[in-house]
């Protein structure tokens, strides 16, 4: 399809190349067997943690729901990402449609999202949990998980569904090779011979305003965790208190980390190689999802104990 733009002709694009590591193309071969094994283990163990959950009534409680909501976010940013990446190292099928390419920028913009906010959501669990005890079962109950996932959803999907579209109306003249291993909108938009500046300032905004809220909030719930935690005097209440919020502050961390060095690898891009913050995207979509019910499996008694009773059954 032709089209005229600024009084030149120009091929509109049908699809485009994903160019993973331009200037480090030897990453792909070392990097394919990790994570390949990386997005095996992501995709066992959340679909382990998820069958344990549906399958042990005793885990039929809030907190656990939350936690499969979890398990299944990351498993479809998983499988939107890592399997065309894993495409790319192995076979050098780097062509994706043009719409198939927008819809996996709107998934992992949307679903990054809901994850923060599902962070954000348990963090309030905990805080709850701690510091009101005798009001938890009245406060934090199956109506309140239904609510909150609908917030998740809807929120996120709201304010993430304008970044795709924006990039889609956009003329692409000719341009079609994204020096990236997934459509990132930056990345897709810089191929663009239109005006990108509203994309910036649209992705920038939304997404200091609702990682930053999610963050601030976590971080705020965990300060008064810990204030009320260091205020126990039982023995061993300190212990036990810290424990049963110990292994969501590890992920909700880990996931803070790796975005924080996202974000300032992009900030720093002229001390770096371009190719460093590809490659943390990348690694960003499947340790969090491997590690999430790893975590959770190792430290969280019941759910050890349910994964316990199961294989024996099988």
Request: with cysteine.
């Amino acid at each position: 399809m032709t089209t005229l733009h600024n009084g030149t002709v120009f091929t509109e694009v049908s699809d485009f190349l994903l160019n993973c590591f331009v200037r480090s193309p030897s990453w792909k071969l070392w990097l394919s067997p990790p994570l390949t094994l990386l997005f095996l283990l992501a995709m066992g163990a959340n679909a382990t943690l998820l069958i344990t959950i549906r399958l042990e009534a005793s885990l039929h409680e809030p907190l656990y729901h939350l936690l499969s909501f979890l398990s299944l976010l990351d498993i479809v940013l998983c499988l939107t990402v890592i399997p065309k990446v894993l495409l790319i190292f192995w076979f050098d099928l780097r062509p994706i449609s043009f719409y198939a390419c927008f819809l996996q920028m709107f998934i992992m913009n949307c679903f990054m999202a809901m994850e923060s906010c599902t962070f954000m959501i348990m963090a309030y669990d905990r805080y709850v949990a701690i510091c009101h005890p005798l009001r938890y079962p009245s406060i934090i109950t199956d109506q309140f998980v239904t609510k909150a996932a609908m917030f998740i959803v809807g929120r996120n999907a709201l304010m993430t569904l304008p970044i795709p579209i924006l990039s889609a109306r956009l003329s692409y003249c000719g341009k079609n090779v994204i020096e990236n291993c997934i459509c990132a909108n930056m990345s897709v938009s810089r191929l663009s011979c239109d005006d990108v500046t509203i994309n910036r300032l649209y992705q920038f905004a939304v997404g200091w305003a609702m990682l930053g809220s999610d963050l601030i909030l976590i971080f705020l719930s965990y300060t008064l965790i810990l204030r009320a935690v260091l205020r126990l005097k039982a023995e061993g209440a300190v212990a036990k208190a810290l424990s049963t919020c110990g292994s969501h502050f590890i992920l909700i961390l880990f996931f803070s980390t790796i975005l924080l060095v996202f974000v300032l690898t992009h900030v720093a891009k002229k001390k770096v190689s371009p190719d460093v913050p590809v490659l943390l995207n990348v690694l960003h979509h499947v340790i969090p999802a491997a590690l999430n019910p790893i975590v959770y499996g190792v430290r969280t008694q019941e759910i050890k104990q349910g994964i316990q009773r199961l294989l024996k059954k099988w």
